[in-house]
């Protein structure tokens, strides 16, 4: 089974830059697809971007050009790097495995605990 980390939130003027991480242990992730999403409370959690096994790569139509997902096989980590942010990117951010590329989070099967982002205006 394996557990996922994220770290590398925090508070951000609009416009500015952040860089989370989802550090992967108990069990390699090159095999699988990661994801990243968002939720704020009262709400669904909503898709970001994702990043398959091949390095193929998907994003939702309101990060693409900002953000950025890469992946480290070696390091088995997927960081996120957000630019451009605004005050609607506030949320708290997961990133989640799963064995498919797919913006949906019913498909993923671990996830770690979050971390919050917020963007101040």
Do not use: H
């Amino acid at each position: 089974q394996a557990q996922l980390v994220e770290s590398g939130g925090g508070l951000v003027q609009a416009g500015g830059s952040l860089r989370l991480s989802c550090a992967a242990s108990g069990r390699t992730f090159s095999s699988y697809g990661v994801g990243w999403f968002r939720q704020v409370p009262g709400k669904e959690r909503e898709f970001v971007a994702v990043v398959f096994k091949s390095g193929a790569s998907l994003y939702a139509d309101s990060v693409k050009g900002r953000f950025t997902i890469s992946r480290d096989n070696v390091k088995n980590t997927v960081n996120l790097q957000m630019n451009s942010l605004k005050p609607e990117d506030t949320a708290v951010y997961y990133c989640g495995a799963g064995s498919t590329l797919s913006n949906v989070p019913s498909r993923y099967d671990y996830w770690g605990q979050g971390t919050q982002v917020t963007v101040s205006s």
